[in-house]
């Protein structure tokens, strides 16, 4: 004999129970592959981002957000970014910035962790800029101007000392142009 259940299964002409909508098992109290829920209607196919629970409930597996929808991947990358628990977004660590978080917010570093200043710029935030001068100047590990020993220094400019200077104008009086352009050198031997 077989009574029929409203919301299970009805009866054959020969009393066997014929499951309704997703359910299956010999009294029909279990929902078939990829459907939950009492009446079976919710659907869940497992997949690489999610699992289901017993309910039907999309569980996102490691690195996948938002829950619920678990289409969002992310993965904490050391150095660069970690990932908002609610949606997946990455969230730059301090000092770095783009789409990957793999460039310097400040455009003047660079290095893994945007700990070195790119070349010419000194200071913790890159911006003291001093690039040397092979006749007047080196720079510090700070970036201050360090006059060449044939130079003085004034207001953090470098000029060459006077007798430097002399020797300079000196020697270009010492050349005589040519007709056609040139400089003849004229040497004087004492």
Request: charged share 25%.
């Amino acid at each position: 004999h077989c009574p029929p259940h409203p919301r299970k299964y009805t009866c054959s002409d020969q009393g066997d129970k014929l499951c309704l909508g997703k359910r299956t098992g010999s009294n029909c109290d279990e929902c078939v592959s990829d459907y939950y829920g009492e009446d079976c209607f919710i659907f869940c196919n497992e997949t690489s981002n999610y699992t289901c629970n017993g309910s039907g409930e999309k569980i996102c597996k490691n690195h996948y957000f938002p829950n619920k929808t678990c289409d969002t991947h992310c993965e904490p990358a050391s150095g660069n970014y970690t990932c908002n628990q609610t949606t997946g977004k990455k969230m730059c660590v301090e000092g770095k910035a783009g789409e990957n978080c793999d460039r310097c917010q400040n455009n003047r570093k660079e290095g893994l962790n945007c700990e070195n200043c790119i070349e010419f710029y000194f200071g913790e935030n890159c911006i003291t800029h001093c690039k040397p001068d092979k006749q007047y100047y080196n720079c510090s590990e700070n970036g201050n101007k360090i006059c060449l020993d044939n130079t003085t220094s004034t207001e953090n400019n470098c000029k060459k000392t006077e007798q430097e200077s002399k020797a300079n104008k000196q020697s270009k009086k010492m050349t005589t142009p040519l007709i056609g352009g040139g400089v003849a050198l004229l040497l004087i031997l004492l």
